[in-house]
């Protein structure tokens, strides 16, 4: 299993923009996808974006498409999210996770910690 630390979440006011960065502990992948999910208050942990480390080819949430952008560094050492437009729904623990291709969280293997973000009016 791979190591995954988030960072770069924060408190945002709504319109505003943060990026997630998530480190794995080597660069070598077991699966053949890395994501993005996060979890609100009181609700089941949704993903939002899954990126194919193969090709580089992403997939978003539709609550997040236009908005969120998923890339990973040409090394390979870094996973990124870039939120923008945040919205007060935005506001979540946001995990990024490393397995099998899709949004659902049961493809996944490994797992950080998670990231806080918090948006406000």
């Known amino acids: 299993q791979v190591g995954l630390v988030e960072s770069g979440g924060g408190s945002v006011e709504a319109g505003g923009s943060l990026r997630l960065t998530c480190i794995p502990s080597?660069?070598?992948?077991?699966?053949?996808?890395m994501g993005w999910f996060r979890q609100a208050p009181g609700k089941k942990r949704e993903g939002i974006a899954t990126?194919?480390?193969?090709?580089?080819?992403?997939f978003y949430a539709n609550s997040v498409r236009g908005r969120f952008t998923i890339s990973l560094n040409s090394e390979r050492t870094a996973l990124y999210l870039q939120l923008n437009n945040l919205t007060f729904e935005d506001t979540a623990m946001y995990y990024c996770?490393?397995?099998?291709?899709?949004?659902?969280?049961?493809?996944?293997?490994?797992w950080g910690r998670g990231t806080q973000v918090t948006v406000f009016s």
């Open positions: 996770a490393e397995g099998g291709c899709g949004l659902r969280e049961q493809l996944y293997k490994s």
């Open positions: 080597r660069s070598t992948y077991d699966g053949t996808c």
């Open positions: 990126i194919d480390v193969r090709n580089d080819v992403p």
